[in-house]
Protein backbone atom coordinates (compact mmCIF):
# COMPACT_ATOMS: atom_id res chain seq x y z
CA UNK A 1 0.00 0.00 0.00
CA UNK A 2 1.16 3.69 -0.44
CA UNK A 3 2.67 5.83 1.98
CA UNK A 4 2.61 9.43 1.79
CA UNK A 5 4.76 12.02 3.13
CA UNK A 6 4.09 15.78 3.42
CA UNK A 7 6.93 18.15 3.53
CA UNK A 8 8.28 21.66 2.82
CA UNK A 9 6.57 23.71 5.51
CA UNK A 10 8.01 26.60 6.91
CA UNK A 11 7.47 30.13 8.18
CA UNK A 12 6.98 32.90 5.55
CA UNK A 13 6.38 36.57 5.71
CA UNK A 14 2.76 37.72 3.80
CA UNK A 15 3.31 37.70 0.20
CA UNK A 16 5.75 35.14 -0.27
CA UNK A 17 5.73 31.83 -1.46
CA UNK A 18 6.27 27.76 -0.30
CA UNK A 19 6.54 24.79 -2.49
CA UNK A 20 4.90 21.64 -0.20
CA UNK A 21 5.66 17.95 -1.44
CA UNK A 22 3.72 15.01 -1.42
CA UNK A 23 5.97 11.91 -1.77
CA UNK A 24 4.32 8.49 -2.29
CA UNK A 25 6.20 5.64 -1.55
CA UNK A 26 4.98 2.03 -2.01
CA UNK A 27 2.97 3.05 -4.81
CA UNK A 28 2.64 5.07 -7.99
CA UNK A 29 1.40 8.03 -7.27
CA UNK A 30 -0.10 8.80 -10.75
CA UNK A 31 -2.75 6.31 -9.80
CA UNK A 32 -4.64 8.20 -7.37
CA UNK A 33 -6.15 11.64 -7.38
CA UNK A 34 -4.72 13.69 -4.51
CA UNK A 35 -6.17 16.10 -2.43
CA UNK A 36 -4.32 18.70 -0.51
CA UNK A 37 -5.74 19.77 2.79
CA UNK A 38 -5.32 22.17 5.53
CA UNK A 39 -6.39 22.38 9.37
CA UNK A 40 -6.17 26.00 10.86
CA UNK A 41 -5.84 26.72 14.36
CA UNK A 42 -10.16 26.60 15.49
CA UNK A 43 -10.92 25.65 12.01
CA UNK A 44 -11.98 22.58 10.40
CA UNK A 45 -9.70 20.95 8.06
CA UNK A 46 -10.64 22.01 4.91
CA UNK A 47 -9.66 20.58 0.86
CA UNK A 48 -7.84 23.37 -1.06
CA UNK A 49 -6.47 22.05 -3.72
CA UNK A 50 -6.64 18.63 -6.22
CA UNK A 51 -5.10 17.03 -9.18
CA UNK A 52 -6.57 13.79 -10.61
CA UNK A 53 -5.28 10.67 -11.18
CA UNK A 54 -3.44 10.48 -14.54
CA UNK A 55 -2.69 14.18 -14.24
CA UNK A 56 -5.99 14.91 -16.32
CA UNK A 57 -7.64 17.55 -14.39
CA UNK A 58 -7.12 20.27 -11.44
CA UNK A 59 -9.48 21.69 -9.39
CA UNK A 60 -8.73 24.78 -6.67
CA UNK A 61 -11.05 25.95 -3.62
CA UNK A 62 -11.91 29.70 -4.81
CA UNK A 63 -9.94 31.07 -1.57
CA UNK A 64 -6.41 29.53 -3.28
CA UNK A 65 -7.12 30.20 -6.87
CA UNK A 66 -4.49 32.05 -8.65
CA UNK A 67 -2.22 31.76 -5.82
CA UNK A 68 -1.91 27.84 -5.44
CA UNK A 69 -0.71 25.54 -8.14
CA UNK A 70 -0.70 21.30 -7.73
CA UNK A 71 1.41 19.51 -10.18
CA UNK A 72 2.39 15.86 -10.66
CA UNK A 73 5.98 14.94 -11.08
CA UNK A 74 5.88 11.62 -11.62
CA UNK A 75 9.11 10.52 -12.12
CA UNK A 76 9.50 11.61 -8.42
CA UNK A 77 6.60 10.37 -7.74
CA UNK A 78 5.78 13.46 -5.84
CA UNK A 79 2.92 16.18 -5.78
CA UNK A 80 3.45 19.30 -5.29
CA UNK A 81 2.04 22.23 -3.93
CA UNK A 82 3.34 25.64 -4.98
CA UNK A 83 1.63 27.99 -3.11
CA UNK A 84 1.99 32.54 -3.77
CA UNK A 85 1.15 35.19 -2.07
CA UNK A 86 0.62 34.13 0.94
CA UNK A 87 -1.64 35.19 3.50
CA UNK A 88 -1.91 35.19 7.53
CA UNK A 89 -5.25 33.05 7.06
CA UNK A 90 -3.03 30.59 4.80
CA UNK A 91 -1.35 29.62 8.28
CA UNK A 92 -2.27 25.84 8.63
CA UNK A 93 -1.16 22.38 8.95
CA UNK A 94 -0.78 21.22 5.57
CA UNK A 95 -1.88 17.73 4.92
CA UNK A 96 -1.85 15.39 1.80
CA UNK A 97 -4.41 12.59 0.88
CA UNK A 98 -4.87 10.06 -2.15
CA UNK A 99 -7.69 8.29 -3.51
CA UNK A 100 -8.68 5.82 -6.18
CA UNK A 101 -11.46 7.77 -7.45
CA UNK A 102 -11.49 10.00 -10.52
CA UNK A 103 -11.52 14.24 -9.58
CA UNK A 104 -15.06 14.37 -11.19
CA UNK A 105 -16.59 11.55 -9.01
CA UNK A 106 -14.78 12.90 -5.76
CA UNK A 107 -16.33 16.66 -6.53
CA UNK A 108 -20.09 14.76 -7.12
CA UNK A 109 -19.51 12.99 -4.04
CA UNK A 110 -18.16 15.43 -1.95
CA UNK A 111 -14.45 16.34 -2.14
CA UNK A 112 -13.93 17.45 1.67
CA UNK A 113 -15.19 14.48 3.43
CA UNK A 114 -11.88 13.12 4.96
CA UNK A 115 -13.53 9.75 5.43
CA UNK A 116 -13.38 9.14 1.87
CA UNK A 117 -9.61 9.29 1.52
CA UNK A 118 -7.64 5.70 1.33
CA UNK A 119 -4.24 7.05 2.95
CA UNK A 120 -3.07 10.09 4.25
CA UNK A 121 0.23 11.82 5.02
CA UNK A 122 1.57 13.52 8.38
CA UNK A 123 0.96 17.36 8.56
CA UNK A 124 3.45 19.72 7.87
CA UNK A 125 3.48 23.57 8.83
CA UNK A 126 2.98 26.56 7.28
CA UNK A 127 3.43 29.64 9.17
CA UNK A 128 2.59 32.87 7.49
CA UNK A 129 3.15 36.08 9.39
CA UNK A 130 2.40 39.85 9.47
Known amino acids: EVQLRACGGGSVQAGGSLTLACVASGDTISHFTVAWFRQAPGKEREGISF????????YYEDFVKGRFTVARDNAENTVYLQMNNLKPEDTAVYYC???????????????????????WGKGTLVTVSS
Open 51 to 58: INRGNRDT
Open 97 to 119: AVIKLDLSQLIRIGHNQRSLYNF
